[in-house]
């Protein structure tokens, strides 16, 4: 694969696929500002990687591998849920998604543990397989298995709560 | 009543602003490809001319060709292919200085030495933030302040810090260290034949083994095959699903090869590569292979 062959095929692929990949993360962290940023990561990681990757005709799974990673690593740490309100960013935000805005399905996917989260979004929004989605979170299928159950039975019962509530 | 993956893609819903732009992403990926050529590529004999490639490869508008192709990743040549001018260090015993134009407040050296750039002061500093060679940075000038990981495959940087949510440099190492990899082992070690480091473990070999028939190797004389696989998949570079292709596990004279084989439409190319320098087994080796051939092709040779 020549340079100019490389970058182009990346492009392509990249502009072709940002915005479902932006709504991954999205699913994944409930930030839109970190869904970026966790973006960003996963595809400089794939430019390095590209040819490879394109060979492999895996690009969406290994963004995927690397955003679910990079998702879990960053809740395990306390003081990330607990991020102070008063830094103000460099650049002005684009109206946050207020909280009054977002649906008790997708609030109750947030509060989700992560690995569970990760699981139902693999499995129940992207329509992965068991074996795919455990592939992807590098865990065995069984677990993948209970976690969406888990996961699953905790959506419904927030939906349940909102209709009746 | 919609099923569960309709209702999940109606609440997750659309983005509010469009994505970034990718020019971002493109200049990221240029500058972590180079960083990870480096890593390999730091070490070679020629160094004067490892750094002056170096800069001249980040210069400005630098585009993704000069730096990919294939010839980039050796280092013997001091002869510059594209339009850009290499510096050449002047033979006065002094450190070679980098060309900073193009390039960010800090960077590493050839030798993992950490360079900061004219004007700006290293504030802090912390090693091994996920493995041997894993370094995070701050550095100031005036008012402005930057956060810097280097890893092996890429740099994470944060241009503007503190930002986004993050208080300290400690807090910001705490959440994106864990996604810098460590540098891999340094095959450039490797001493060629005529004891000088050449940059790359592989030699060529028609002594080992031989194609016979179809992509099955046989040992020749004084070497026995230990292991080996048809169509080792190492990437397009080396050799496509239409070509004949092999790898093998060699012994000969009390030593152990890799060795790849490989016909496309000329004679048959033997690579061997030391065991000891390659990976534990045939599945390491050939994960550095596809490494190094996706890297844009040149590989072990």
């Not at chain 1, 794939?46 to 290994?62: K, M, T």
């Not at chain 2, 060529?204 to 026995?224: K, N, Y």
């Amino acid at each position: 694969m020549s340079a100019s062959d490389r970058e182009t095929s990346y492009v392509d692929y990249v502009t072709a696929r940002r915005e479902h990949l932006r709504r991954v993360a999205y699913a994944l962290c409930g930030d839109w500002h970190r869904a970026d940023d966790l973006l960003q990561i996963a595809l400089v990681k794939l430019y390095v990687a590209w040819p490879r990757v394109r060979r492999g005709g895996s690009e969406d799974a290994y963004v995927r591998r690397i955003l679910v990673r990079a998702s879990i690593d960053e809740s395990r740490r306390p003081w990330r849920r607990e991020r102070p309100t008063d830094t103000l960013p460099d650049q002005p935000a684009a109206a946050p998604t207020g909280v009054e805005d977002r649906s008790a399905l997708f609030d109750a996917l947030q509060a989700l543990p992560p690995q569970q989260r990760a699981a139902v979004v693999l499995r129940h929004w992207l329509c992965l397989s068991v074996a795919e989605a455990a592939a992807e979170l590098r865990i065995s299928e069984g677990t993948v298995k209970s976690h969406t159950s888990r996961g699953l039975a905790a959506l419904r019962g927030a939906l349940a709560h909102s209709e009746t509530g | 009543m919609p099923d569960i993956a309709e209702q999940l893609d109606a609440a997750i819903g659309s983005p509010p602003d469009p994505a970034p732009a990718l020019d971002r992403t493109l200049v990221a990926g240029r500058r972590a490809l180079r960083r990870r050529r480096l890593a390999y590529v730091a070490g070679a004999a020629a160094t004067v001319v490892v750094v002056g490639g170096t800069a001249w490869a980040a210069a400005p508008g630098d585009g993704p060709h000069r730096s990919d192709g294939p010839g980039f990743s050796a280092p013997a040549t001091a002869t510059p292919t594209a339009a850009g001018t290499p510096e050449q260090a002047p033979d006065d015993g002094l450190p070679v200085q980098p060309d900073w134009m193009g390039q960010d407040a800090v960077m590493l050296g050839r030798g993992g030495e950490v360079l900061v750039r004219p004007g700006w002061t290293l504030t802090d500093r912390v090693d091994e933030v996920n493995g041997p060679g894993t370094i995070g940075l701050e550095v100031v000038k005036g008012d402005r302040r930057q956060w810097f990981l280097f890893g092996s495959a890429m740099t994470i940087s944060s241009l503007h810090a503190p930002s986004e949510g993050y208080a300290t440099f400690q807090e910001w190492i705490d959440v994106n260290g864990p996604l810098i990899e460590a540098h891999p082992p340094k095959h450039h070690r490797h001493r060629g034949p005529d004891g000088t480091e050449d940059g790359w473990p592989g030699v060529q070999r028609d002594d080992l083994v031989a194609f016979g028939s179809g992509e099955t190797l046989v040992a020749l004389d004084g070497a026995t095959i230990l292991e080996q696989r048809p169509s080792p998949d190492v990437g397009d570079a080396f050799a496509t699903a239409a070509d004949t292709s092999a790898v093998a596990l060699v012994r000969a004279d009390g030593k152990e090869w890799y060795v790849l084989a490989r016909r496309t439409d000329g004679p048959a190319q033997y690579i061997a590569v030391p065991r000891a320098e390659s990976g534990a087994d045939l599945d390491a080796f050939l994960a550095f292979a596809r490494d190094r051939y996706a890297e844009g092709g040149g590989g072990l040779l």
